[in-house]
């Protein structure tokens, strides 16, 4: 009895849930310092959950009445969500302590998120999967409104509730009609009662459509992406880098399971839908991120645009394109937990810096800050040798395996007018002169500056040794 008792608490989700109570048990009884060491124990607390994560193997209490699944590309992306989380708290701790935002219940509120994520990305039922989407929501609605004395803040916790409620029903109706259509939640029933069938019949494509849209509002892709640029506006910088680096990672696993396990013999009915997703995403990413002004903005047009890329290979739907996801979606979190790191650190006149102009003559007065910068900037681009660049080759490549040749020069195409807007601010940093000197301070942790070095190092260094990543992510199945 205690062996199992003592078995179950060492299941990942379970030992997370239970964990994030006690961080808010342990932050509510604090008297000092309380964000700051209910931070360090939440980031103690997803260390652990990720050796747990790697050693686990598969077990009947996990597998529930088959709630939820268990796979290599399952725990790949629950290690990178961990991993994520784990640098958004350490690179946000002194933002939050700078601006005065000092409620433990923030480090909390991305552990309950996170837990939301792990069980998404495991989901292998209708059900558990939704409540594991609304868990993860919730508490990012929450953490996008936490400050309270900002009407931007509010105002973006309230239009991405709203809209979250909206996606919530649309997936909700079409999860009844899938329901209502085969007889089961479960994804493997429902792959089973379906192969039985040479054509989804009208009811069952609506059902399919409505899930769709409902996961394209979650990971922002066009048309469903217009909470995104608000949203990341609105809330605090810090607020916006978990945002930016963790859920997309969720929402990408869920779309490919759910595409490619209930619906994997459906291929044309659903490929359709995720080929239309993939254009507009690239392509509005890539020209409305172009007249913006505003650097989080411009980062919110960069993701729904990263997000069109990653599409491809769900289109793709061959083991090279569950390959190129995986290795896109590393990129993409080391990239983005890069630039947070650097912005969560950067002041103009005692302010933190939001505008594009504002980094002007940053190379002659930071040159080590607007060096590390560029190279960001380059490998989001997609430009070699830098981590970038290969997400997008490996991505191209299970295109064209799939002969899909159109969505490949498209997607060519796009990344060549999106490094337009990655260039710009490598001209400005540059060669722009700035207003007036002395403005830009750049001061950061110890913590965050291993973290940035760390990411930087993987961003610069990745070509000499590509081949652990890829050969992890070659044997990764659904």
Same mark, same amino acid.
């Given at each position: 009895m205690l062996n199992n008792i003592y078995n179950i608490f060492f299941i990942p989700e379970i030992f997370l849930a239970c964990s994030s109570f006690v961080c808010l048990l342990f932050g509510l009884f604090l008297k000092k310092n309380a964000f700051r060491q209910t931070s360090n124990l939440a980031v103690? #607390?997803?260390?652990?959950?990720?050796?747990?994560?790697?050693?686990?193997?598969?077990s009947n209490f996990a597998n529930y009445k088959s709630l939820f699944s268990h796979s290599s590309f399952i725990n790949f992306f629950? !290690?990178?969500?961990l991993l994520g989380s784990i640098a958004s708290i350490i690179?946000?701790?002194?933002?939050?302590l700078g601006i005065k935002l000092k409620n433990f219940e923030i480090p909390v509120l991305f552990l309950f998120s996170t837990l939301g994520m792990m069980?998404? !990305?495991?989901?292998?039922?209708?059900?558990s999967m939704y409540l594991a989407i609304e868990l993860q929501s919730l508490s990012l609605y929450v953490a996008a409104a936490i400050k309270r004395d900002s009407i931007s803040s509010a105002e973006s916790g309230v239009k991405y509730f709203i809209l979250g409620a909206l996606s919530s029903g649309i997936l909700l109706y079409?999860?009844?009609?899938?329901?209502g259509f085969t007889g089961s939640m479960n994804f493997d029933d429902i792959s089973f009662y379906l192969s039985k069938y040479d054509?989804?019949?009208?009811?069952?494509?609506?059902?399919? #459509?409505?899930?769709?849209?409902?996961?394209?509002?979650k990971v922002s892709a066009v048309p469903f992406h217009m909470w995104t640029p608000d949203v990341y506006e609105g809330a605090p910088n810090s607020i916006t880098g978990f945002f930016a680096i963790v859920p997309k990672i969720a929402a990408v696993a869920l779309i490919y399971r759910f595409c490619l396990v209930p619906f994997e013999n459906f291929y044309l009915e659903w490929s359709q839908i995720i080929l239309f997703l993939s254009i507009a995403s690239m392509f509005l990413g890539a020209i409305a991120a172009i007249a913006q002004s505003n650097i989080k903005r411009l980062l919110a047009y960069s993701s729904i645009g990263h997000i069109g890329y990653i599409l491809i290979a769900l289109v793709a739907a061959n083991d090279d394109g569950i390959k190129a996801a995986s290795i896109y979606m590393f990129s993409y979190m080391i990239m983005n937990v890069a630039i947070f790191a650097i912005l969560l650190s950067l002041?103009?006149?005692?302010?933190?810096?939001?505008?594009?102009?504002?980094?002007?003559?940053?190379?002659k007065s930071n040159p080590i800050v607007s060096l590390s910068i560029s190279i960001i900037m380059l490998s989001m681009a997609g430009i070699p040798p830098f981590i970038g660049f290969f997400g997008k080759f490996y991505v191209f490549i299970a295109a064209i395996e799939q002969e899909l040749y159109v969505l490949s020069v498209l997607g060519v195409l796009a990344s060549v007018i999106s490094a337009f807007y990655y260039l710009r601010i490598i001209k400005i940093m540059y060669f722009d002169e700035s207003i007036s000197e002395g403005i830009i301070n750049f001061k950061i942790s110890f913590q965050s500056k291993i973290i940035l070095s760390l990411s930087l190092f993987l961003i610069i260094c990745f070509i000499f040794y590509p081949s652990l990543l890829i050969n992890i992510s070659a044997n990764l199945t659904i």
């Open positions: 103690f #607390v997803l260390l652990l959950t990720i050796l747990l994560v790697y050693y686990d193997s598969e629950k !290690i990178l969500a690179i946000s701790k002194d933002y939050f069980l998404m !990305i495991a989901s292998n039922n209708l059900m079409g999860f009844s009609l899938i329901y054509n989804l019949n009208l009811g069952l494509i609506f059902g399919l #459509v409505f899930v769709m849209v409902g996961l394209a509002f002041k103009v006149k005692n302010e933190y810096l939001i505008n594009i102009s504002d980094l002007k003559g940053l190379s």
